[in-house]
């Protein structure tokens, strides 16, 4: 299949083999492309068919494989419209009980954890009350010390068991089991029992007359003036479906599980480069913010319907892009302040100095402890600090002015796909955890100019007052604070001057980052 894939980029192609072989192709002509082409439903194995068996004589079960109708000038709402259209065929085929969703990228790793998931949906006591079960999203090529911290290990080993204690993780889009019921709108009521042993969908059609009956369920217009996108099947509109479907389906009286067995269940790939990484967070906070904006925000249409925990609990993730102007005030301000000499926080020698010293300590050692009793390494929780900062003053920033330029109508919702593909220079440096920065991404500029806007602070501030240790008592925790950014951004330097590899800096960036610097240095002294 590969080789295939590989030939048919190569030539620009469906080659004509191919074509003679998959019935699907023959529906595919020069005007067809993944943007602009009919509904292609196949059902490549007949559970009914008493031959299909693999080479151990088992059963195998009904596989069909969908394509979806596309047009350029109808909106196919990307996963949840997929997602939906096969809702909706599956139905007519075999109508399971249970739906598993995964990514295209991941893949099982466990193969009991189907079984697991079905004791919680059978249980006698709760079962009826479950209305997803959500095992934890792993990947298979995370690097020893977590390079772009992309395991969110905390909050697949701590915060996401916190929420199941109060109703219920979110959805989160992948290795999730559904009750169809609920992916269906059906809302929760004490009396409601799924019946396990209904009797499969029978049809006399032949495989053939029932895929060409069932492609209207996956047409283009099929959702016109229907409830598909807002009160059944995935909600349309959001850049995190999952999170606001989630969260409607809770709403609707129903809860969920958290399965995080030791054995992961699913793995998958994780971005291996740090723009891959900042724009699925840019993709993961817009979305999140936009649902606390939205009528199915958790601070007013979860009241009453959830509980104050999980209410709490999405709304730490709905508030991820606010806290980019904190972060970038603290990146900023005390750095310029200390370049001019100004003190900011309370002197060494004043009572009020250890409150600050509380919090920091405190913060960052329950940091640290939650880390490495989550699995992970000294040396990863530092990289983990590193991706909060880049996170916070890129991905959250860009994710915040987005969400207020479509409040204010001046652009629309985009769903970017997070590349997952890289070649083999950036796959080295990846497993040997140096940092990628091969690319003029905006988001580069910034990281760029905060670091050396930093480091101009530090040299301008030892310059003026060289040894004097008055300076260095009064403005403790300004010099604090400038020396962890400068720790935190060493990768930075190393790609703005020190390497010369293909995943350096551009100069392009390195030239704009060292002006802009100059030129805040420069506006801070003239205004001060």
Known sequence: MKDRIETATKLGRIPEEVLMEQKGFSQWDSFSSRHDHDTILQILIDGRDPNAMDVEGSKLPTLVYLAREKRPKHPHNFKAGAMNALIRVSSKIRNGAIILNVDCDMYSNNSHSIRDALCFFMDEEKGQEIAFVQCPQN????????????????????????????????????????????????????????????????????????????????????????????????????????????????????????????????????????????????????????????????????????????????????????????????????????????????????????????????????????????????????NDQRIWLFKRTTSYLFAFMDTILRLLGFSETSFILTAKVADEDVSQRYEGEMMEFGGSSPMFTILATLAMLNLFCIVGVVKKVGLDMEVYKTMALQILLAVVLLLINWPLYQGLFLRKDNGKMPCSVTVKSVLLALVACACSTFFH
């Open 139 to 382: 990947f298979e090529n995370i690097t020893k010390n977590e390079l772009y911290s992309n395991s969110l290990r905390v909050i697949s080993e701590v915060e996401f068991h916190g929420l199941d204690a109060y109703g219920g993780p979110m959805y989160i889009g992948t290795g999730c089991f559904h009750r169809r019921d609920t992916l269906c709108g059906r809302k929760f009521s004490k009396d409601y029992r799924n019946e396990w042993k209904r009797e499969s969908i029978k049809t006399e059609e032949s495989a053939n007359e029932l895929q060409e009956s069932l492609k209207n369920l996956a047409s283009c217009g099929y959702e016109e003036d229907t409830q598909w996108g807002n009160e059944m099947g995935l909600k349309y509109g959001c850049p995190v479906e999952d999170v606001i479907t989630g969260l409607s389906i809770q709403c609707l009286g129903w809860k969920s599980v958290y399965l995080n067995p030791a054995r992961k269940a699913f793995l998958g790939v994780a971005p291996t480069t740090l723009e891959q990484t900042l724009v699925q967070h840019k993709r993961w906070s817009e979305g999140d913010l936009q649902i606390l904006l939205s009528k199915y925000s958790p601070a007013w249409y979860g009241l009453g319907r959830i509980s104050p925990g999980l209410i709490l609990g999405y709304c730490t993730y709905c508030l991820w892009p606010l806290n980019s102007l904190a972060t970038l005030s603290y990146c900023l301000v005390p750095s310029l302040y200390l370049l001019h000499g100004i003190p900011l926080f309370p002197q060494v020698s004043s009572p009020w100095f250890l409150p600050f010293v509380y919090v920091i300590l405190t913060k960052y050692s329950g940091s640290l402890a939650e880390f490495l009793w989550s699995g992970g390494t000294l040396l990863g929780w530092w």
